[in-house]
């Protein structure tokens, strides 16, 4: 069990190491293990623009693939505003401004613990 949680806080980890990189706004990282039973972590982000939306979404998507993780599933598009990676143990949110404002996740588990805040 323990190897799992640290698999996928490394997982976790490079998807906002590869966020970052193509300057994604406000990244989060969030401890959802005592609050969720359907993932540990969360990584939430925004880009301004639906091609930086896209831009995230790829750089997340190699970096991954590189270590061999690849999404059970992937739901939403870029021109939507709104793009979800499901890893497992590893949920990643890719926001536009507008929806994430909309969605509102941050709030909506605030009970989770943060880990990374990178605004």
Request: one cysteine or more; proline letters at 3%.
């Amino acid at each position: 069990m323990e190897e799992q949680v640290l698999e996928a806080i490394e997982v976790a980890r490079r998807a906002v190491e590869a966020a970052s990189d193509k300057q994604a706004d406000n990244i989060v990282m969030l401890d959802i293990r005592q609050v969720c039973s359907f993932a540990d972590y969360f990584v939430i982000c925004s880009g301004d623009s639906t091609r930086q939306v896209e831009a995230i979404w790829q750089e997340i998507r190699e970096t991954l693939k590189r270590e061999s993780v690849i999404p059970y599933h992937i739901e939403g598009t870029a021109d939507s505003g709104w793009l979800l990676l499901d890893l497992g143990g590893v949920i990643i949110h890719i926001f536009s401004p507008a929806q994430r404002d909309y969605y509102q996740l941050d709030n909506l588990w605030d009970k989770a613990t943060p880990i990374i805040k990178i605004q």
